[in-house]
């Protein structure tokens, strides 16, 4: 079961560079065109079909009613790394929704790992 959750943390984690790299892609300027044809942005894209093959690879032992709320903690990083990486703004309101998706998270996790 060990490896499933391995691939959801990989699924994750590729879908977390994705998304960073989809973002670098557009900081550059240009037209739609442009950015879509940028490296960052091609491999961003490369990065979402990883993480969709993990998921696949994860959701073949892991219940999806605990799969895919984990993918939540995708926003999380996404949301601190989009603070850090480019100083977007994050809000009190923005932590405390970052801390209850965490713990939703936990609380799945722990539900899923008591009823195996």
Not at 6 to 32: N, P, R
Request: with cysteine.
């Amino acid at each position: 079961m060990t490896g499933y959750w391995l691939a959801l943390g990989a699924a994750i984690s590729v879908s977390v560079c994705g998304q960073l790299l989809l973002k670098a892609g557009t900081t550059a300027g240009g037209d739609f065109i442009t950015q879509l044809f940028r490296w960052q942005t091609i491999i961003g894209l490369g990065c979402y079909g990883a993480g969709a093959l993990f998921y696949i690879i994860a959701i073949r032992r892991i219940p999806i009613s605990v799969a895919m709320p984990t993918v939540a903690m995708s926003y999380a990083l996404i949301a601190a790394l989009g603070y850090f990486v480019w100083n977007e703004p994050m809000s009190w309101q923005h932590v405390i929704g970052i801390l209850m998706i965490c713990a939703g998270v936990a609380l799945l996790t722990a539900a899923a790992a008591t009823s195996h």
